[in-house]
């Protein structure tokens, strides 16, 4: 995904909870977890360095109480860093001033929050318009654009409902309609799906990733589950204790896991679900081959049509061109997990 | 201040620790109580040397004086600013007094002119009915009417519109105070830590203590009575707002940031409106404290059922004094139903109806009223009962009241007059006797030493500098008199209370019951019963004692009845399981997991019987209440405000012991509540 | 009654009419004159008397309740303007100091003398042969006594706050009574109807003109008559060593009010000063209006319609 344009960054970012914050860091120190346990202090944050690329879905993951939300919500600076640098479009929004935020976060930036975060007094309608009400968009206009986004999310005949009248998955459509109304270009999930059943769950996800689809925002999403963050991510980075494990793909993180720690998470992932033909193709063209598929294609999604034919598949880059193919003994062995690689 | 101590110290002892640590802990209670019932046999008390008595009532009399006389704001003067504050309060108490009871008027005394009727008392009755069962159901607004119908044939229509008017102005105005002030802590915490004292003062001082400022501030009149009514009833207001915008889910606010709200617009669009159920639990709790003051308000020119039963009582009409505070009970319980629904309807919000057609059919209730209104405004202008509830057609019961007080009077009045006697004699006396022995030293090391039991070093020096404080304003004898009239009472008021608590929590229907009593306690002024109390007892301690007990009761009934039935199910579940027998899991289970609601409840209740002090006075005792009492009749303000700060001492002393008491006792069984 | 009836129909016609302004007699000052209500019937009879005839006068005249002492932060500044009933004897303090201050000034007694004295039911003249004789009490203290004061007898006091040195008293004639303070007079008076009721020993303050004196058969107790000296000068009276050892003072009670109303109104002031009324006149008013449940303008109308010469003096030019 290297060759995506960088649409947020953050840069040595830390968040340090207790008396003294700053004092454990002067001097550009970089105190290490036992130090900073033993002063009485929490690293929410430790030296967090990421980058997000335009359109990408950039998927947080890691137990609770790891840092996730504390990092997300230094990106969007709800939390005010200890130190280090988020750029956003290359400028650094620790420097931008008060009003300034107000308005990248009018018009630029949207969030979805665990709990739906919907005021109670509002119907559907007004909770969806209510970003573009203080923004001081005229009534019809914003409920014209509210009325879309509700569509969008699969509402429609909902909007003079109230929050309580809807159940968990429709509250966080709700939610997810009002973080678009402002067509921002970033695009902030803090657990999204993590308050709902687990069949909802599957649902929103296709739902989320139909809307991604669609509007091809930059995305950051936070989960602790892994098999959402696979299902989800471009790329994924791994958190434990405040710090960044491990950023990388899900087939990355799947086959080369940085630690034990990030195997303990792939261990029962099954490999289908993550591996791309990229990687178990054989390089060059076949001699005869019973049809193209790209390379990202997941094997999971592909299996059926590989092992149902006696030819293999070419395989094919983005721009179409062959760069290898791939038979059914190759995807046997991903499928009853033989050692590949 | 032992009085209070020994409550919050022993109780959770008994409940919880472990058997070493309670072993422990009543060892070390038992020997501090042996130690001085010691010290009050053989050392007495002591006297209070002169140079620790500065004369702090000249100061506050020489300040006050001051800020009356001499204050200057620069372009005009601090009591101008006052004048004009009462200037813009007296506009729309005028305007709603004339809706309610003087009809637009022109010219004035005896050559006044009626323009415009009152509103006509079916029509109130309408609008409050309509509003009930708006609110809620058609039962409510039942109710509510019957309430309001009391008032009219019980023939205290016009005095309940006047109370009803100061309490439309007081009210609003002491809701958008608290909300004001209770933002401005949400936005400087500074700011908050300012006011928390001042909250602490304004619902400890007895209003007494401050009346006499208050009229040369804000002149004499309404105004000035409903000036003092919204400090009184204020603050809870406040500490409610404080509360909930802390407790609105973080995620909203977070949201209001993320959406871009300015941080007016958060407060306006998101905080408060998610706040608002909270809210509404606060602005019933300012409709209710302005209830309890009617009577003090009406002593300076508040006038309504206030007066009426205090005109009763002067004429020793005791029917008269019942039918009228009754009357401030229906309006209270009125209100306190009505506010009460308002608020539940706000939490759960309406389907959306939207029904469609002309402005009457969309506002079905407003057009109603509003038909009703008119209707009766021009009927009552044939028809005079219509206009205002007919003389004749008046009920009263005063002679059953005054005959029942006379029959038991005659009939009881020797055995009633041996038990007081022998509880004189048996327990009041002997703690009364005690802890006037008591040298002061101990007294002030005793309440520090309870502090840093239970709250450490900063609560250690509270109570050390409270109690020195009490001790600076010369009264000590009187504030060991209040601790020694108000511990018995609250003692007693929880013998009393908690078993009715308990008995209300375990059976519907004599919770209801329980409830009902409950409440017309708490709204019943204590002036109405205080008379046949002192005819059956004569005046005295005892007398006193009674009326403390009769209004702090409620809290203790309330918040034993609420901890256990908010004991979770599976507890409970549990203990069943287990074999326990219904008494066993009444016993082992839920008393020891209520023990911390149940000791709020003793806390309210010592704050009640603290706020009766004033009251007590009229019976005669010999407490701070009476030193406020006297300093008002003197119009002594120093020596008033003093002898009041005496008292918040006391309450703030016993106050802060039980909530870490409480405290305690909550963190050791795991239970979540905001604690203060 | 023909005057009232003629002002109000001239100010009738000069509504009908559309003449604005004062319809009556031409007064200095159109403003209200603002009048205290106190919570004894006494006191709204003076009042309201006062102000009906103001009103035959011509001013616009408001009645304000207000607390008996509470009341002089208004009179001082002039928010307030006339107190119809001052006790000598237990509103002296708040009194000298208020016009000490020169804002409030004594418009004169009301006519009416406040008694204040011990007092007890006919009744127990039986159980106390002797009686209204002050030297009667010791023999019957034990009639008088309760468990809690026995073998002393019991004297239920006002209010500390009235004064009204009955310690002193009792240590100066060497009376064997404890003596106990009733916080108001409502208490007072409870344990009054309730000793009454039951036909029970009581022995206590009582003070007149109030309602009391006529719903209660009783007797004022006969101490040595009052003197100035007897409350200075030990030597004076039967104990030569103490003071007090004789009757409480009796005195006036005053009107008060404003300073400024002399200048605003003069025409009411004087005749605000020159109201007067008798104590049997009023415990009269008082018992038809707190014992026969009259109402408390017709009480005052007939009384107005029988002394009209009495009140047109009052205000005659
Ligand atoms: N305001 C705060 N003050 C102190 N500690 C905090 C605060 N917010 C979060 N923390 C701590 O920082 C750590 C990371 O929290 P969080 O970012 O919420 O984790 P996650 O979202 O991964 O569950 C946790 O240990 C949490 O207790
Ligand atoms: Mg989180």
Same mark, same amino acid.
């Given at each position: 995904?290297?060759?995506?344009?960088?649409?947020?960054?953050?840069?040595?970012?830390?968040?340090?909870?207790?008396?003294?914050?700053?004092?454990?860091? &002067?001097?550009?120190?970089?105190?290490?977890?036992?130090?900073?346990?033993?002063?009485?202090?929490?690293?929410?944050?430790? =030296?967090?360095?990421?980058?997000?690329?335009?359109?990408?879905?950039?998927?947080?993951?890691?137990?609770?109480?790891?840092?996730?939300?504390?990092?997300?919500?230094?990106?969007?600076?709800?939390?005010?860093?200890?130190?280090?640098?988020?750029?956003? =479009?290359?400028?650094?929004?620790?420097?931008?001033?008060?009003?300034?935020?107000?308005?990248?976060?009018?018009?630029?930036?949207?969030?979805?929050?665990?709990?739906?975060?919907?005021?109670?007094?509002? +119907?559907?309608?007004?909770?969806?318009?209510?970003?573009?009400?203080?923004?001081?968009?005229?009534?019809?206009?914003?409920?014209?654009?509210?009325?879309?986004?509700?569509?969008?999310?699969?509402?429609?005949?909902?909007?003079?409902?109230?929050?309580?009248?809807?159940?968990?998955?429709?509250?966080? @459509?709700?939610?997810?309609?009002?973080?678009?109304?402002?067509?921002?270009?970033?695009?902030?999930?803090?657990?999204?799906?993590?308050?709902?059943?687990?069949?909802?769950?599957?649902?929103?996800?296709?739902?989320?990733?139909?809307?991604?689809?669609?509007?091809?925002?930059?995305?950051?999403?936070?989960?602790?589950?892994?098999?959402?963050?696979?299902?989800?991510?471009?790329?994924?980075?791994?958190?434990?204790?405040?710090?960044?494990?491990?950023?990388?793909?899900?087939?990355?993180?799947?086959?080369?896991?940085?630690? *034990?720690?990030?195997?303990?998470?792939?261990?029962?992932?099954?490999?289908?679900?993550?591996?791309?033909?990229?990687?178990?193709?054989?390089?060059?063209?076949?001699?005869?081959?019973?049809?193209?598929?790209?390379?990202?294609?997941?094997?999971?999604?592909?299996?059926?049509?590989?092992?149902?034919?006696?030819?293999?598949?070419?395989?094919? $880059?983005?721009?179409?061109?062959?760069?290898?193919?791939?038979?059914?003994?190759?995807?046997? *062995?991903?499928?009853?997990?033989?050692?590949?690689? | 201040?032992?009085?209070?101590?020994?409550?919050?110290?022993?109780?959770?002892?008994?409940?919880?620790?472990?058997?070493?640590?309670?072993?422990?802990?009543?060892?070390?209670?038992?020997?501090?109580?042996?130690?001085?019932?010691?010290?009050?046999?053989?050392?007495?008390?002591?006297?209070?040397?002169?140079?620790?008595?500065?004369?702090?009532?000249?100061?506050?009399?020489?300040?006050?004086?001051?800020?009356?006389?001499?204050?200057?704001?620069?372009?005009?003067?601090?009591?101008?600013?006052?004048?004009?504050?009462?200037?813009?309060?007296?506009?729309?108490?005028?305007?709603?007094?004339?809706?309610?009871?003087?009809?637009?008027?022109?010219?004035?005394?005896?050559?006044?002119?009626?323009?415009?009727?009152?509103?006509?008392?079916?029509?109130?009755?309408?609008?409050?009915?309509?509003?009930?069962?708006?609110?809620?159901?058609?039962?409510?607004?039942?109710?509510?009417?019957?309430?309001?119908?009391?008032?009219?044939?019980?023939?205290?229509?016009?005095?309940?519109?006047?109370?009803?008017?100061?309490?439309?102005?007081?009210?609003?105005? !002491?809701?958008?105070? !608290?909300?004001?002030?209770?933002?401005?802590?949400?936005?400087?915490?500074?700011?908050?830590?300012?006011?928390?004292?001042?909250?602490?003062?304004?619902?400890?001082?007895?209003?007494?203590?401050?009346?006499?400022?208050?009229?040369?501030?804000?002149?004499?009149?309404?105004?000035?009575?409903?000036?003092?009514?919204?400090?009184?009833?204020?603050?809870?207001?406040?500490?409610?707002?404080?509360?909930?915008?802390?407790?609105?889910?973080?995620?909203?606010?977070?949201?209001?940031?993320?959406?871009?709200? +300015?941080?007016?617009?958060?407060?306006?669009?998101?905080?408060?409106?998610?706040?608002?159920?909270?809210?509404?639990?606060?602005?019933?709790?300012?409709?209710?404290?302005?209830?309890?003051?009617?009577?003090?308000?009406?002593?300076?020119?508040?006038?309504?059922?206030?007066?009426?039963?205090?005109?009763?009582?002067?004429?020793? =009409?005791?029917?008269?004094?019942?039918?009228?505070?009754?009357?401030?009970?229906?309006?209270?319980?009125?209100?306190?139903?009505?506010?009460?629904?308002?608020?539940?309807?706000?939490?759960?919000?309406?389907?959306?109806?939207?029904?469609?057609?002309?402005?009457?059919?969309?506002?079905?209730?407003?057009?109603?009223?509003?038909?009703?209104?008119?209707?009766?405004?021009?009927?009552?202008?044939?028809?005079?009962?219509?206009?205002?509830?007919?003389?004749?057609?008046?009920?009263?019961?005063?002679?059953?009241?005054?005959?029942?007080?006379?029959?038991?009077?005659?009939?009881?009045? =020797?055995?009633?007059?041996?038990?007081?006697?022998?509880?004189?004699?048996?327990?009041?006396?002997?703690?009364?006797?005690?802890?006037?022995?008591?040298?002061?030293?101990?007294?002030?090391?005793?309440?520090?030493?309870?502090?840093?039991?239970?709250?450490?070093?900063?609560?250690?020096?509270?109570?050390?500098?409270?109690?020195?404080?009490?001790?600076?304003?010369?009264?000590?004898?009187?504030?060991?008199?209040?601790?020694?009239?108000?511990?018995?009472?609250?003692?007693?008021?929880?013998?009393?209370?908690?078993?009715?608590?308990?008995?209300?929590?375990?059976?519907?229907?004599?919770?209801?019951?329980?409830?009902?009593?409950?409440? +017309?306690?708490?709204?019943?002024?204590?002036?109405?019963?205080?008379?046949?109390?002192?005819?059956?007892?004569?005046?005295?301690?005892?007398?006193?004692?009674?009326?403390?007990?009769?209004?702090?009761?409620?809290?203790?009934?309330?918040?034993?009845?609420?901890?256990?039935?908010?004991?979770?199910?599976?507890?409970?579940?549990?203990?069943?399981?287990?074999?326990?027998?219904?008494?066993?899991?009444?016993?082992?289970?839920?008393?020891?997991?209520?023990?911390?609601?149940?000791?709020?409840?003793?806390?309210?209740?010592?704050?009640?019987?603290?706020?009766?002090?004033?009251?007590?006075?009229?019976?005669?005792?010999?407490?701070?209440?009476?030193?406020?009492?006297?300093?008002?009749?003197?119009?002594?303000?120093? &020596?008033?405000?003093?002898?009041?700060?005496?008292?918040?001492?006391?309450?703030?002393?016993?106050?802060?012991?039980?909530?870490?008491?409480?405290?305690?006792?909550?963190?050791?069984?795991?239970?979540? @509540?905001?604690?203060? | 009654?023909?005057?009232?009836?003629?002002?109000?129909?001239?100010?009738?016609?000069?509504?009908?009419?559309?003449?604005?302004?004062?319809?009556?007699?031409?007064?200095?000052? $159109?403003?209200?004159?603002?009048?205290?209500?106190?919570?004894? +019937?006494?006191?709204?009879?003076?009042?309201?008397?006062?102000?009906?005839?103001?009103?035959?006068? !011509?001013?616009?005249?408001?009645?304000?309740?207000?607390?008996?002492?509470?009341?002089?932060?208004?009179?001082?500044?002039?928010?307030?303007?006339?107190?119809?009933?001052?006790?000598?004897?237990?509103?002296?303090?708040?009194?000298?100091?208020?016009?000490?201050?020169?804002?409030?000034?004594?418009?004169?007694?009301?006519?009416?003398?406040?008694?204040?004295?011990?007092?007890?039911?006919?009744?127990?003249?039986?159980?106390?042969?002797?009686?209204?004789?002050?030297?009667?009490?010791?023999?019957?203290?034990?009639?008088?006594?309760?468990?809690?004061?026995?073998?002393?007898?019991?004297?239920?006091?006002?209010?500390?706050?009235?004064?009204?040195?009955?310690?002193?008293?009792?240590?100066?004639?060497?009376?064997?009574?404890?003596?106990?303070? &009733?916080?108001? *007079?409502?208490?007072?008076?409870?344990?009054?109807?309730?000793?009454?009721?039951?036909?029970?020993?009581?022995?206590?303050?009582?003070?007149?003109?109030?309602?009391?004196?006529?719903?209660?058969?009783?007797?004022?107790?006969?101490?040595?008559?009052?003197?100035?000296?007897?409350?200075?000068?030990?030597?004076?009276?039967?104990?030569?060593?103490?003071?007090?050892?004789?009757?409480?003072?009796?005195?006036?009670?005053?009107?008060?009010?404003?300073?400024?109303?002399?200048?605003?109104?003069?025409?009411?002031?004087?005749?605000?000063?020159?109201?007067?009324?008798?104590?049997?006149?009023? *415990?009269?008013?008082?018992?038809?209006?707190?014992?026969?449940?009259?109402?408390?303008?017709?009480?005052?109308?007939?009384?107005?319609?029988?002394?009209?010469?009495?009140?047109?003096?009052?205000?005659?030019?």
């Amino acid at each position: 995904m290297q060759h995506r344009p960088v649409k947020l960054a953050c840069r040595g970012v830390w968040k340090i909870y207790g008396p003294d914050p700053a004092r454990l860091l &002067a001097g550009g120190a970089r105190p290490d977890l036992a130090t900073i346990r033993a002063s009485h202090h929490v690293g929410a944050v430790r =030296d967090a360095t990421l980058d997000v690329g335009e359109g990408e879905i950039f998927v947080i993951m890691g137990l609770s109480g790891s840092g996730k939300s504390t990092l997300v919500r230094c990106l969007s600076r709800l939390v005010e860093p200890t130190a280090g640098e988020i750029l956003f =479009d290359g400028r650094d929004l620790l420097k931008a001033s008060r009003a300034e935020m107000i308005a990248i976060r009018r018009h630029k930036m949207g969030m979805v929050f665990q709990h739906f975060a919907l005021l109670p007094h509002l +119907t559907v309608l007004e909770n969806v318009a209510f970003p573009l009400e203080v923004q001081g968009v005229a009534r019809p206009t914003r409920e014209a654009r509210a009325r879309e986004v509700i569509a969008l999310v699969g509402l429609e005949g909902r909007e003079g409902h109230y929050p309580r009248q809807l159940s968990g998955g429709q509250q966080q @459509r709700v939610g997810i309609a009002r973080s678009l109304a402002v067509e921002p270009e970033l695009w902030f999930l803090d657990e999204p799906f993590s308050a709902l059943d687990p069949l909802i769950r599957r649902e929103m996800q296709d739902e989320f990733l139909r809307v991604q689809r669609l509007l091809k925002k930059t995305i950051v999403f936070i989960t602790h589950d892994f098999d959402e963050a696979i299902r989800l991510a471009d790329r994924i980075a791994i958190m434990k204790d405040g710090a960044l494990i491990q950023i990388a793909t899900p087939e990355e993180l799947v086959l080369s896991p940085a630690d *034990d720690y990030v195997a303990d998470f792939t261990r029962h992932v099954a490999r289908a679900k993550v591996v791309t033909l990229g990687r178990i193709m054989t390089p060059g063209p076949a001699a005869e081959v019973a049809g193209a598929l790209p390379a990202h294609a997941r094997v999971e999604a592909v299996a059926d049509r590989i092992e149902g034919s006696p030819l293999p598949h070419a395989v094919i $880059d983005e721009a179409g061109r062959v760069i290898g193919h791939v038979g059914a003994r190759a995807v046997i *062995d991903v499928l009853i997990g033989r050692r590949i690689g | 201040m032992r009085a209070g101590e020994g409550i919050a110290g022993a109780v959770p002892r008994a409940g919880l620790r472990g058997s070493g640590a309670w072993q422990r802990g009543a060892w070390l209670w038992g020997g501090i109580v042996a130690a001085s019932l010691a010290l009050a046999a053989w050392v007495g008390p002591v006297p209070v040397p002169k140079a620790l008595t500065p004369d702090m009532a000249g100061w506050v009399s020489a300040a006050l004086r001051w800020l009356v006389e001499r204050a200057d704001l620069g372009l005009f003067s601090f009591k101008e600013l006052t004048r004009a504050i009462a200037a813009v309060i007296e506009w729309p108490y005028s305007l709603v007094r004339a809706a309610l009871v003087d009809g637009w008027v022109e010219g004035r005394g005896s050559r006044a002119r009626t323009i415009l009727q009152p509103l006509s008392w079916i029509a109130v009755i309408a609008i409050v009915a309509a509003m009930g069962a708006y609110a809620r159901s058609w039962r409510l607004g039942a109710f509510v009417g019957a309430c309001f119908l009391y008032l009219a044939v019980f023939g205290r229509w016009e005095s309940a519109m006047v109370t009803l008017a100061s309490i439309l102005i007081a009210v609003p105005i !002491g809701v958008a105070g !608290g909300l004001g002030l209770s933002i401005a802590a949400w936005l400087w915490p500074r700011f908050e830590r300012a006011l928390a004292p001042i909250l602490d003062l304004m619902q400890t001082v007895p209003i007494f203590a401050y009346l006499v400022p208050i009229l040369f501030l804000f002149g004499f009149g309404p105004v000035a009575a409903l000036i003092a009514t919204v400090i009184y009833a204020m603050p809870p207001m406040v500490r409610v707002t404080t509360l909930a915008l802390k407790s609105v889910p973080p995620e909203l606010g977070e949201f209001a940031t993320m959406a871009g709200c +300015t941080t007016a617009q958060r407060i306006r669009k998101v905080l408060l409106p998610a706040a608002l159920p909270d809210l509404m639990v606060g602005v019933n709790q300012v409709i209710m404290l302005s209830l309890n003051m009617v009577i003090i308000a009406s002593m300076i020119g508040a006038g309504g059922l206030g007066f009426d039963v205090l005109n009763a009582l002067r004429r020793l =009409d005791i029917g008269a004094g019942i039918e009228a505070g009754l009357a401030i009970t229906a309006l209270a319980i009125a209100l306190d139903r009505l506010s009460q629904a308002y608020a539940a309807r706000t939490a759960d919000v309406p389907m959306s109806a939207g029904a469609s057609g002309g402005w009457p059919r969309r506002h079905p209730w407003l057009s109603t009223v509003a038909l009703v209104i008119l209707g009766t405004a021009l009927m009552g202008l044939v028809l005079p009962p219509v206009a205002s509830y007919p003389a004749e057609a008046v009920i009263t019961t005063k002679a059953f009241w005054g005959d029942l007080v006379k029959a038991i009077n005659i009939r009881y009045f =020797d055995d009633l007059e041996a038990i007081k006697t022998a509880f004189l004699t048996f327990v009041m006396l002997p703690v009364k006797r005690f802890l006037l022995a008591l040298p002061w030293p101990w007294v002030l090391a005793v309440a520090a030493f309870a502090g840093w039991r239970l709250g450490g070093a900063p609560l250690a020096a509270t109570g050390a500098a409270l109690g020195a404080f009490v001790l600076a304003t010369g009264l000590w004898e009187q504030a060991m008199t209040t601790v020694y009239l108000c511990g018995v009472a609250v003692v007693i008021a929880a013998f009393i209370g908690i078993p009715l608590g308990i008995l209300a929590a375990a059976n519907d229907t004599a919770g209801r019951v329980i409830g009902g009593i409950i409440d +017309t306690l708490q709204t019943l002024p204590s002036f109405v019963y205080l008379i046949p109390v002192v005819m059956l007892f004569r005046v005295g301690d005892f007398a006193a004692l009674i009326a403390v007990v009769l209004f702090a009761l409620a809290p203790a009934v309330r918040y034993t009845a609420h901890g256990l039935r908010s004991v979770p199910p599976e507890m409970i579940e549990a203990g069943i399981v287990c074999g326990c027998t219904p008494r066993q899991v009444l016993t082992r289970i839920r008393l020891p997991l209520a023990l911390p609601e149940i000791l709020l409840g003793l806390n309210q209740t010592i704050m009640l019987a603290l706020s009766m002090l004033v009251i007590t006075a009229l019976v005669g005792t010999r407490d701070l209440g009476q030193e406020v009492y006297i300093a008002l009749t003197r119009a002594d303000t120093g &020596a008033g405000v003093i002898a009041g700060l005496g008292v918040a001492a006391i309450a703030i002393i016993a106050d802060r012991l039980i909530a870490a008491g409480a405290a305690h006792a909550r963190a050791r069984l795991g239970l979540q @509540r905001g604690t203060p | 009654m023909t005057t009232k009836a003629l002002l109000s129909s001239a100010a009738a016609l000069a509504l009908a009419l559309g003449l604005a302004g004062p319809a009556a007699a031409q007064v200095e000052s $159109d403003d209200p004159i603002r009048l205290t209500l106190h919570d004894w +019937t006494g006191q709204l009879v003076t009042t309201n008397l006062m102000a009906r005839v103001l009103e035959e006068a !011509g001013y616009t005249v408001e009645l304000v309740q207000a607390d008996y002492i509470a009341q002089f932060a208004g009179l001082k500044t002039g928010d307030l303007h006339v107190a119809m009933e001052m006790w000598e004897t237990t509103g002296r303090q708040a009194m000298d100091e208020a016009t000490a201050t020169g804002q409030v000034v004594n418009f004169g007694p009301t006519g009416m003398e406040a008694v204040e004295e011990w007092w007890y039911p006919s009744y127990m003249k039986e159980k106390c042969l002797g009686l209204p004789d002050w030297k009667a009490l010791n023999d019957c203290a034990e009639a008088f006594a309760t468990a809690e004061t026995a073998p002393k007898g019991r004297y239920l006091g006002a209010p500390v706050t009235w004064g009204g040195f009955d310690e002193e008293r009792v240590e100066a004639l060497g009376l064997n009574y404890e003596v106990i303070h &009733a916080g108001t *007079d409502a208490a007072l008076f409870a344990e009054l109807e309730s000793a009454y009721q039951r036909q029970a020993p009581i022995l206590m303050w009582v003070y007149a003109p109030h309602w009391s004196q006529t719903k209660y058969e009783g007797e004022w107790i006969e101490f040595p008559p009052y003197e100035a000296a007897c409350y200075e000068d030990p030597a004076w009276g039967i104990n030569p060593n103490k003071t007090h050892d004789c009757a409480k003072p009796r005195g006036p009670i005053w009107k008060v009010g404003w300073a400024g109303v002399a200048n605003k109104w003069p025409g009411a002031a004087k005749a605000i000063g020159a109201f007067t009324i008798s104590n049997a006149e009023m *415990d009269r008013m008082i018992a038809r209006i707190d014992l026969d449940g009259e109402q408390l303008d017709a009480v005052i109308a007939d009384w107005m319609a029988q002394n009209e010469a009495v009140w047109q003096g009052w205000i005659a030019k």
